[in-house]
């Protein structure tokens, strides 16, 4: 979004001019602005001092930017929720666990077996028949 070209001190000057007797069309026409902006700004700013409306930009900026914190905080979350698949997914190919960012996980104690690699021939001691 385009910011404006008048600063806080100059909109408050602006209203000043037309809350001294001024007409609204004259002085819009003499600072280039439509009257529907003078008419914008004389709702947010009308009766505001120049240091109160310097301290309302900081709070509109400080909101603006609490509202982006959740938002961040999602796409975060989706973006290492798609980076755990794949590692998942990769984890379980042709029994690559040494490149696993979960190594530890994936890790086998002495004498467990994982599922995926096969059956176990050597459980069977003697023959079935």
């Not at 008048?6 to 809350?19: M, V």
């Not at 984890?91 to 890790?107: F, V």
Request: hydrophobic fraction near 35%.
């Amino acid at each position: 979004m385009k910011g404006s070209r008048f600063t806080e001190e100059q909109i408050i000057g602006i209203l000043r001019e037309q809350e001294a007797g001024a007409k609204t069309a004259d002085v819009c026409r003499k600072h280039g602005v439509s009257e529907a902006t003078f008419y914008k700004w004389k709702a947010k700013f009308g009766g505001l001092d120049v240091s109160e409306a310097r301290r309302l930009r900081q709070l509109e900026d400080e909101n603006t930017r609490l509202k982006k914190l959740p938002t961040d905080a999602m796409l975060d979350n989706a973006v290492l929720k798609d980076i755990a698949a794949k590692n998942d997914d990769a984890c379980g190919q042709e029994g690559r666990y040494d490149r696993c960012a979960q190594g530890a996980r994936h890790q086998r104690a002495a004498g467990v077996r994982d599922p995926r690699d096969g059956p176990d021939v050597g459980a069977l001691s003697a023959p079935m028949w």
